[in-house]
């Protein structure tokens, strides 16, 4: 088995490195404030008795997934809480090939850059499905990949790095398309807190034993640092996903969980809509420059990423490092976004200086 260093890592040494400055696009950090709840509930842990400094239940503290259960319209004893969405997605997947119901897994192609890194430690193959660059998913063409070999179709709503928002018909037939080979739709929903579309559907909205969902408070809560996450799983799946939770991770963090549970009791929407507003801006700014550059890019609809491209400027990791070379700001190769992403660069619309960026491609290219 061959474990690969994600690419990631990779960039952002070499940006870190540079001796001039550079505009870090690449990772999904959120550089705006989470809810201040979330910083109140973690003053107000450090002052606990020291009982709860000890272990807490492995599939997490029962007030938050009671929280997340009635939030998302499920049991309590559906949510198992993980370390981040990245820990969901494994679960999920794991469960989905351990059932014997097929080795394969279905991705779309744009792809998340961990899904298939996941499939291959799990023992599955992966077959990709084309999503296009402006990652509008066909269910039909899921639905033709999709046979009695497929464990599981793994999705991502809004999409990292497309920016699609699936529309309600696709997310319904998506569910249809795994109940139909007997497979698992896992739905990676961790950006649904930035739908700047208003069109963002669960997959919960479809009541079925066939589909797992997975989220993170990760990007919602804007602290990627935390690794508090959750899955919401069928009944008949739920046992054993706690089960290997636990042999993994024998539980999360219990001061992490209790700071997300004070924040989703205390913030107000008003806090989701002004971090959907700075990157509505941040939309604008970055692509009004790249129109400037004469570069073809794909408007996002949600989560925060900007896939760009540039005349005879293929995606690749040394056209990269060449951009943070010589126009000081860093983005991720496409490729690390499957085959179709491979013309394309990933930005990431998590600084203050996405403008500046722009301007820099913008005199770069032109
Ligand atoms: C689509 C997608 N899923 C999962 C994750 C990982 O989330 P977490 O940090 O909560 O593990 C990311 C992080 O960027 C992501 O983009």
Redesign the pocket.
Same mark, same amino acid.
């Given at each position: 088995m061959e474990y690969e260093t994600p690419l990631f890592f990779h960039v952002m040494a070499y940006a870190a490195e540079a001796d001039h400055d550079v505009v870090d696009m690449v990772s /999904?950090n959120p550089d705006w404030e989470p809810p201040e709840a979330l910083r109140d509930g973690l003053r107000e842990y450090a002052d606990f008795d020291a009982d709860r400094f000890q272990y807490p239940p492995s599939e997490g503290i029962r007030p938050l997934r009671e929280e997340i259960a009635e939030r998302r319209g499920v049991d309590a004893s559906q949510v198992v809480i993980t370390? &981040?969405? /990245?820990?969901a997605?494994y679960l999920a997947m794991a469960r989905a090939l351990e059932r014997g119901a097929g080795s394969e897994i279905v991705l779309t192609d744009p792809v998340?850059s961990?899904y298939p890194g996941k499939t291959t430690m799990l023992g599955g193959t992966a077959h990709y499905v084309s999503a296009g660059a402006d990652g509008h998913l066909d269910p039909s063409v899921v639905r033709a990949a999709t046979s009695d070999d497929t464990a599981a179709i793994v999705v991502?709503t809004p999409n990292?790095p497309t920016g699609a928002v699936y529309p309600e018909e696709t997310v319904s037939e998506l569910v249809e398309v795994a109940e139909a080979n007997d497979a698992i739709l896992v739905s990676?929903e961790?950006?649904d807190h930035y739908d700047l579309s208003g069109t963002f559907t669960s997959a919960l909205s479809v009541d079925s034993d066939h589909r797992i969902v997975t989220n @993170?408070f990760?990007?919602t809560l804007a602290i990627?640092g935390f690794?508090v &996450?959750y899955a919401i799983f069928p009944s008949h799946l739920v046992e054993d996903a706690k089960s290997r939770h636990m042999l993994v991770n024998v539980a999360g963090s219990r001061p992490a969980q209790y700071a997300v549970l004070r924040a989703l009791q205390e913030t107000d929407p008003a806090y989701h809509e002004a971090n959907r507003e700075l990157l509505r801006e941040r939309v604008d700014l970055f692509t009004d420059a790249l129109d400037g550059a004469g570069a073809d890019y794909v408007r996002p609809d949600g @989560?925060f990423y900007v896939l760009a491209r540039f005349d005879d400027y293929p995606g690749t990791l040394s056209n990269v490092e060449r951009l943070i070379d010589e126009a000081g700001v860093a983005g991720m190769p496409g490729s690390a976004f499957g085959e179709s992403c491979e013309p394309w660069l990933r930005f990431a619309l998590v600084t203050p200086r996405v403008e500046e960026a722009a301007d820099r491609l913008a005199e770069y290219f032109t």
């Open positions: /999904g370390n &981040g969405a /990245g820990e997605n998340y961990y991502n990292n990676d961790v950006y @993170a990760s990007k990627t690794r &996450g @989560a």
